[in-house]
């Protein structure tokens, strides 16, 4: 009498995949492998991806000095003046990512990271354009336009 077992009962995927890969040894013994490469690669990309980056002032330079965040996604400070910000980049899970941002000039604006804190600071250095680049886990995901303005006349 031929019963079928309980493991044929309780995983038929796992039955199929060893199916198909007794068959594939059959014909080629690197075939053996291809199923398991294959689910391999199809799952290593999965999880939440980038979603979207925050910028936000915590602090401004004092006056007469300058310094906003205006959408989207452009930054205007005064030459000489220091702003400190948040930027915070997130997944599609709403989930914040680890967020490094690097100024494309470092001789018209800069950013510094805040030791101990996920704030920035902002240093506008010579009038001119510029723009900051996001990387998020070490992925470039988005940049922003940075614009140092002449500081105002006393």
Known sequence: MNRPTQTRRLLPPFNALCNIMKQ??????????APLLACAMATSGCGPWYDDTDVSLVRRPPAPLT????????????AGAVATATIRSRNTKGQPMRTRVESRDRDIADVIGIAQSDAVAIVGKRVGNTSFDVYADDDRVDAFAVFVLEPPKP
């Open 24 to 33: 594939a040894t059959r014909m080629q013994p690197f075939a053996a492998i």
């Open 67 to 78: 310094a906003s965040v205006d959408a989207p996604k452009s930054i205007q400070i005064s």
